[in-house]
């Protein structure tokens, strides 16, 4: 398909306090076959020069002085004007396709988001093989959890009518919850979530880093669930999965 073609993709960066991982982003999305529309900084009350950073890249800064990940991720989906949306991480470093390969990836019908594959930049020659164990277990069990694939927020995209459609069931306001996981769970009655291993990006394995990070995480993964189960419970949602008629994703 001609880049003429494609739909346009605007690319969201939510962001604290990282100004060093945010240039080698930014550097990265410069390089892109295909240029998204634009490129959307969310500073979510940064102290060093963050936004300084994005600007000087051409970036538009959104500021959300609401503190956590979930506010302002929907906060720069909300100001995304493409007619994909997606989004990076300040630490993920996307391929020269990545842009186009999201742009193509969501001309399928029935697709209303994708998700990519990594690899932890520090790792060295085992990174892929150390990230893909982690999102191997991530995919698969939030599959469990959903009865259809989460998204990953350093590599993920969804149309905008379906950001749209949803922007009101996210919990945004909850810091505390994973907001990739959280997105997820109402797009599916909107259409299929596709894994796109074209969609790799080098990330930082810090999140993981030390007892405490990981007891982080594992605290807002089950809440997020909790959450979010209040509305379906997992024997619902693979009851309607199930039911004849409907789509696999």
Request: proline content about 8%; hydrophobic content about 45%.
């Amino acid at each position: 398909m001609s880049p003429a073609a494609l739909p346009t993709v605007s690319v969201v960066i939510p962001v604290l306090d990282d100004a060093p991982a945010l240039r080698r982003c930014l550097r990265a999305l410069a390089a892109q076959t295909v240029p998204p529309a634009e490129v959307i900084v969310v500073d979510n009350g940064s102290r060093d020069d963050t936004a300084d950073v994005a600007r000087a890249h051409g970036a538009r800064v959104v500021a959300e002085p609401r503190p956590g990940i979930p506010a302002a991720a929907a906060t720069g989906y909300d100001a995304a004007t493409g007619d994909v949306v997606g989004r990076l991480d300040a630490d993920s470093v996307p391929g020269p396709r990545w842009v186009e390969d999201v742009a193509a990836a969501l001309t399928v019908p029935g697709v209303v988001a994708v998700t990519g594959t990594g690899r932890f930049a520090e790792h060295g020659r085992l990174g892929g093989a150390t990230a893909g164990a982690y999102l191997g277990a991530y995919y698969g069990l939030c599959f469990l959890a959903l009865a259809h694939l989460p998204v990953w927020g350093s590599s993920m995209a969804v149309r905008r009518t379906a950001w749209l459609a949803v922007r009101d069931r996210v919990h945004r306001h909850d810091p505390e919850l994973h907001d990739d996981l959280d997105l997820a769970f109402p797009l599916t009655p909107l259409g299929r979530v596709r894994l796109d291993r074209s969609l790799r990006v080098d990330v930082s394995a810090r999140s993981l880093r030390g007892a405490a990070q990981l007891r982080r995480r594992f605290r807002r993964a089950f809440r997020t669930l909790a959450v979010n189960w209040r509305d379906a419970p997992p024997w619902e949602r693979w009851s309607a999965r199930l039911a004849p008629g409907q789509r696999a994703g």
